[in-house]
């Protein structure tokens, strides 16, 4: 008689059929994709036979040495790494023999630590950055800090790269990524003159613990020379609108004291000192403005060898103020930055880019680029429309800026647009070097930006593995639908 059911029907509950089966089958041995021993003991997950065999790298059937079978059975994967086809035979009184083929990586080789940065472990800053790998996956990473200071005092641990080495970073962790290097990073660690030692601990891709010291020696004798200083912003001689103003610099040593004096119509004041960054990055906000003003800044290294270096600015006839800017503005490469300007005869630029200035004062720059750090800067400059025509002297002349490494002290630097493949915008915000470096030309000064390469491939098994849930809900929905099928055909029957 022929079949009540059409032909697509059949051959999609037959694909069904077999997914099911497939994937009881793939569940029913319990045999991980990588193992880090040769022998391994494999949960069997079923009933109902008697004996058991195992091949490696081998499907024939008569050469199986059949055993009794057991819940849990030992299987001898060979010497040496690589990877092997695992054949199970399983046996039933009635003769029924059943098959099943697992594909498994053996990698004996131990867990590792390598220290990527620094290169050197006698250091002259008082505090550490540190990036290192893990030979391949480790979970649970975490970072203990000795010395004469304090004992196994915790540190922040930062996920770097989940995968392999410079592969697509923070990659959500998977069972088939067990066997790819971990990257992670230590920031800002103190340390005290003499030895002090960083404690690396996790555990395998196996759950076993792992530690791993390592010995950083702070010797301040090491610093022969004086820490270099470079003036940012204000330039020497500029004019500056407001009633107080900001001094932004970069020092080669970011374990340097900066400080300030500024003398003024009224005599010298008092010395003020800088927030310097781990950059190098150096700042002084909310500094007073008289109508003249010399400054002279000075950097001091841990061995006081110093340098010093001074300027002088005056306070503007006119006021140049700049809007607020939103934060969510803030999250964007480009902004948009309007303000006023209590003259008409003069061109207003704002972190390089020619703002539009209107008759009534009130200007707009578009496309404004946002610095890629922690701290967003925003400087105005108006320039008379009678000197150079109002262009800035940046576009002609521009300043002294940092070396190009400014941004990667301690890793390459990320752009904002990367975030989305962080976590969550507090994991990269705080993996981001901590650096107020106003950007003071067009983006294409900055240094080059490090894309993410494509996501790493998976093998079959791997996906398999990855989606069994999918697998298994796949099978359960052919089951029922052939059921009902089978149900309407019993049915239409007369």
Request: glycine content about 6%.
């Amino acid at each position: 008689m022929p079949s009540a059911f059409p032909k697509w029907f059949r051959v999609v509950a037959l694909f069904l059929w077999i997914a099911t089966v497939s994937q009881q089958a793939g569940a029913v041995v319990q045999l991980p994709a990588r193992v880090s021993t040769n022998l391994v003991a494999v949960p069997i997950l079923i009933s109902g036979f008697n004996h058991v065999a195992v091949l490696i790298n081998n499907t024939n059937l008569p050469a199986a040495r059949w055993q009794p079978f057991q819940q849990h059975i030992l299987v001898d994967l060979g010497p040496g790494d690589g990877t092997r086809e695992v054949c199970f035979f399983l046996a039933q009184t009635n003769g029924a023999i059943y098959r099943i083929i697992k594909e498994v990586v053996v990698d004996t080789t131990p867990l590792r630590f390598v220290l990527d940065r620094p290169t050197n472990q006698v250091v002259t800053l008082p505090f550490l950055d540190l990036v290192g790998h893990f030979t391949r996956y480790a979970e649970s990473a975490t970072a203990t800090l000795s010395n004469a200071q304090t004992n196994s005092a915790s540190l922040e641990v930062l996920i770097v790269h989940l995968g392999t080495r410079d592969a697509w970073p923070f990659l959500p962790y998977s069972r088939g990524q067990k066997g790819r290097s971990l990257t992670i990073s230590v920031s800002d660690a103190p340390l005290t003159p003499g030895t002090n030692t960083v404690t690396v601990r996790a555990r395998d891709q196996d759950g076993h613990p792992f530690t791993s010291n390592l010995v950083f020696v702070l010797d301040y004798s090491r610093l022969t020379n004086a820490p270099r200083l470079t003036l940012l912003t204000p330039r020497d001689g500029a004019s500056l609108s407001g009633d107080s103003f900001s001094i932004r610099g970069y020092t080669d040593d970011p374990g340097a004291t900066v400080t300030a004096r500024i003398t003024t119509e009224a005599g010298t004041g008092d010395m003020i000192e800088a927030e310097v960054e781990t950059s190098g990055i150096f700042w002084f906000d909310e500094v007073p403005l008289a109508r003249s003003n010399r400054i002279e800044i000075v950097a001091t290294n841990a061995r006081q060898l110093t340098t010093m270096t001074n300027f002088t600015i005056t306070k503007a006839a006119y006021r140049l103020v700049i809007d607020p800017v939103s934060d969510a503005a803030l999250l964007e490469p480009w902004v948009r930055v309007t303000g006023r300007i209590d003259v008409t005869n003069h061109t207003v630029w704002i972190n390089g880019v020619r703002a539009a200035v209107k008759p009534d004062g009130t200007w707009a720059a578009e496309r404004v680029p946002v610095p890629p750090s922690n701290t967003a800067i925003f400087e105005a400059t108006a320039i008379p429309n009678s000197e150079n025509g109002g262009l800035h002297p940046f576009v002609t002349n521009p300043p002294a800026l940092p070396p190009a490494g400014l941004l990667l002290d301690r890793n390459v630097p990320l752009s904002q647009s990367e975030a989305d493949y962080f976590p969550n915008p507090q994991d990269w915000k705080a993996y981001l070097q901590k650096s107020s470096l106003m950007l003071v030309q067009s983006p294409t000064n900055l240094p080059p930006l490090r894309r993410p390469p494509p996501i790493p491939s998976r093998t079959w098994p791997e996906l398999v593995q990855e989606n069994a849930a999918a697998f298994r809900l796949i099978g359960v929905a052919g089951v029922v639908l052939l059921a009902l099928a089978l149900l309407l055909r019993h049915r239409s029957r007369p």
